[in-house]
């Protein structure tokens, strides 16, 4: 082994041991809510509420009601688990060089990665239920076998099923998907193109742009809430004018045939979030932007692009890890929302985050309670995934800001 | 670039940022000055009940709302203004509170209620998420790089989670039959109601706060690490300083922008506290400024939005963020002075 540092500097074991349990301790206080609202979920209210934590983690009374896995159904899932990881390891490179043509680029590894986790995904919910009944029958008709298909944890799903089916939980789940599938790509493509002319221009207007961004970035959200209510209940009759002009109007009646009431619409919603999200969106991109040498668009230009082209055709794809990371930021920023939301949209077009107070301010019942998890873990499986996927990209654009300064 | 390929690129944000920002900011100012009721008339009534000989009739003033032509009752903003700023301040109060009636009265008042958290709250995490931020990013520095991707991964989780679920999540471990508040009543052997008083709820939320903003310093001053001068490092060493010298006089330094840069951004999001207020439904014993102009906000009840109130209490909000700013502000501009020369 060959030393980098003479023997004395090198730190001392206890140093070393200090910092990795401080590690520990953090990585546990960090993870804990998380996994034990997961474990929670899974379990009827009296394991679930148990003073007992061993029986939260094994649910005894959750396996005596409702059975559970058995464990048949545990060495399966560990099975499954070793795949994935053997699968990730084995295709993720090799389809990222299908993707981009370079293993290494980090963005083909993430889409690569998503890939591999949809079909990942798909394939686990279709085969995973029909091989535990093909063991577990098995082991069951085998007399000396009998014990691997007895039910070891106490598992349910009853809490997903009453919050996704009973209680509509879907509803709100396409209306999430909605606002933040319009926010990402309204979002990215105004700022885009403001943060590159920002970041080519030294001029004074320029300048204060930003300046002002900055300050609007600041901007409590319940501020400018204040400002929209009133317009968007009264939407209907404020835009009635504009209806009637003679041919702005007629133009108008061929998209809708009455003003709209902007209130409790999810299209409303998009751009008030792309709006809200504008300031903080042109400063991560310009920032990006400015990693790009001038150069290169003058050379584009010498070739005979213009401005927009020289940005679609050169500045773009070289671009792209950058828009990438700020598209995860506009995507956190809708999907996370829960004040102007809560306030600007009705029960029927309301996202996941701002309904989840129907299930916690109703816990008059520990299935109440439960309910409302099971619709919190619900929401945290996505961005779970989505940093298991685009850690790099996360931890880019939060660097992004600050290094430079 | 020119000018006019320059307003080109940005006449679409620009267009945004002035409809759904600048805008909406104006008229947020112009409603605080204003309040909108219905409008109500004086009407004459004459009641009679049969007497003898004659009925007894007695004429009443009433004052009634002016229905419309659609049916409902007439409204109309009434300029009132400042009025709407006094109800929410208090100055009378105010005044007898600083003239020694004592803090206590005031902090019953909702304005002064949110206020106090609101400060508090910003200026106890700052040193939390700094120093726990700042300890996290030496230790990952000084682990094994195998272990590094694997620690960042679940030190994200808590920064990425949505607000409002974090504080459900960390109040699930504390709610009556939590599993952290039964630890806690075997540890001390008493009876413990985490939600029963203000300031234990307060403490969650302090602690809540920590938690989900210390990943965000973590990477930042890790990424920091990674661009400390080596050569500084080695001739410190060959001066014989030790590890906390090393420390104190060269990294820190290193990254005192950083820590600088962080604490602004913790300062501007810590100041709009809301998600927690919300998570751990403490809106009984502890709120925050901006919960404040949320509550005005929804209806509740027979009660309706109270605009003009949350203009109010938004624009009051506005003036600590405007303190806040400030210092933003002169970096940016000395910044742009260091990069474009004198434009």
Redesign the interface.
């Given at each position: 082994v060959i030393q980098t540092q003479p023997e004395a500097l090198r730190p001392s074991a206890a140093l070393r041991a200090g910092v990795l349990a401080f590690l520990a301790v953090w990585l546990v206080v960090a993870a804990f809510p998380l996994v034990w609202i997961l474990l929670m979920s899974f379990k009827l209210p009296l394991d679930a509420l148990a003073a007992n934590p061993l029986h939260v983690v094994f649910g005894p009374a959750t396996r005596a009601a409702r059975g559970g896995a058995s464990a048949a159904d545990l060495a399966i899932g560990l099975v499954a688990i070793a795949i994935a990881i053997r699968a990730m390891r084995l295709l993720v490179p090799r389809l990222a060089r299908v993707v981009s043509g370079d293993e290494t680029a980090p963005l083909g590894r993430s889409a690569a990665m998503l890939i591999v986790i949809a079909i990942g995904l798909a394939l686990a919910i279709v085969a995973l239920p029909v091989l535990s009944r093909l063991v577990n029958t098995a082991a069951s008709a085998i007399p000396g076998l009998r014990w691997l298909a007895e039910p070891v944890l106490g598992l349910t799903l009853e809490h997903y099923r009453a919050v996704w089916v009973t209680h509509g939980f879907h509803r709100n789940f396409v209306n999430s998907l909605i606002v933040t599938a319009g926010v990402v790509t309204v979002s990215l493509s105004v700022g885009t193109l403001a943060a590159y002319a920002l970041s080519r221009s030294a001029s004074r207007l320029a300048f204060w742009i930003l300046i002002v961004a900055l300050i609007f970035r600041a901007l409590p959200h319940s501020v400018l809430v204040a400002g929209y209510l009133p317009p968007f209940l009264e939407s209907h009759a404020l835009l009635m004018p504009l209806w009637q002009t003679p041919v702005v109007g007629d133009v108008l009646r061929l998209v809708a045939a009455e003003p709209p009431t902007l209130y409790g619409q999810p299209l409303a919603i998009i751009l008030v979030l792309v709006s809200i999200n504008q300031p903080f969106t042109i400063w991560m991109l310009r920032s990006f932007f400015d990693t790009v040498p001038t150069e290169l668009d003058e050379a584009a230009r010498v070739d005979g692009c213009g401005h927009f082209g020289a940005f679609r055709r050169v500045i773009v794809p070289v671009m792209w890890p950058g828009v990438i990371t700020t598209g995860l930021f506009s995507f956190l920023l809708a999907y996370n929302d829960y004040l102007v939301c809560a306030l600007l949209l009705d029960a029927q077009s309301q996202t996941m985050v701002p309904a989840i107070t129907q299930f916690f301010n109703r816990e008059t019942t520990s299935t109440d309670q439960i309910e409302a998890i099971a619709a919190a873990v619900s929401i945290t499986a996505p961005l779970f995934v989505l940093v298991m996927v685009f850690q790099r990209q996360i931890v880019a654009g939060l660097t992004a800001g600050a290094v430079k300064g | 670039?020119k000018?006019g390929?320059?307003l080109l690129?940005?006449g679409?944000?620009?267009a945004?940022?002035l409809?759904?920002?600048a805008?909406?900011?104006?008229?947020?100012f112009v409603?605080s000055f204003y309040v909108t009721q219905p409008v109500y008339r004086q009407v004459e009534t004459e009641r009679c009940t049969p007497g003898f000989p004659n009925p007894i009739c007695t004429k009443e003033v009433r004052s009634a709302p002016e229905i419309g032509a659609d049916g409902r009752p007439v409204r109309r903003a009434v300029f009132v203004g400042l009025d709407t700023y006094r109800t929410l301040i208090e100055p009378e109060k105010l005044a007898a509170a600083l003239a020694g009636a004592g803090l206590g009265s005031l902090l019953k008042i909702d304005f002064y209620k949110a206020l106090r958290f609101t400060l508090t709250f910003t200026l106890i995490t700052l040193p939390f998420v700094i120093g726990?931020g700042l300890?996290?990013a030496l230790?990952?520095d000084?682990?094994v790089q195998a272990l590094r991707?694997p620690?960042?991964?679940?030190?994200?989780?808590?920064f990425?989670?949505?607000?409002?679920?974090?504080a459900?999540?960390?109040r699930?471990?504390f709610?009556g039959?939590?599993?952290l508040t039964?630890a806690l009543e075997a540890l001390l052997e008493r009876d413990i109601a985490m939600f029963a008083q203000g300031w234990t709820i307060e403490l969650l939320m302090l602690f809540y706060r920590v938690?989900h903003v210390a990943?965000?310093a973590f990477?930042?001053f890790y990424?920091?690490l990674q661009?400390v001068n080596q050569d500084a490092v080695d001739a410190a060493?060959v001066d014989g300083a030790s590890?906390l010298q090393r420390l104190r006089y060269v990294v820190l330094p290193h990254l005192a922008?950083?820590i600088v840069?962080?604490a602004l951004i913790h300062l501007?999001d810590a100041?709009?506290v809301?998600?927690e207020v919300?998570g751990f439904?403490s809106e009984a014993h502890v709120i925050s400024?901006?919960w404040l102009?949320?509550h005005?906000?929804?209806p509740e009840g027979s009660a309706e939005?109270s605009?003009s109130r949350?203009?109010a209490s938004?624009?009051l909000?506005?003036v600590g963020?405007v303190v806040?700013?400030v210092p933003?502000?002169r970096?940016?501009?000395r910044?742009?002075r260091r990069r474009?020369g004198r434009?």
């Open positions: - | 670039m000018r390929t320059f690129f940005v679409p944000s620009l945004m940022m409809i759904f920002i805008i909406p900011l104006a008229s947020v409603q726990l300890a996290i230790a990952v000084s682990i991707g620690v960042i991964f679940v030190s994200l989780l808590p990425i989670i949505t607000p409002v679920i974090g459900l999540s960390i699930w471990l709610v039959d939590g599993i039964r938690w990943p965000f990477v930042i990424a920091g661009t060493i590890r922008p950083l840069f962080v501007m100041y709009r809301f998600d919300i439904s400024l901006q102009t949320f005005f906000l929804v939005r605009i949350a203009s938004a624009l909000t506005m963020i806040i700013l933003l502000l970096r940016n501009w910044e742009h474009w434009a």
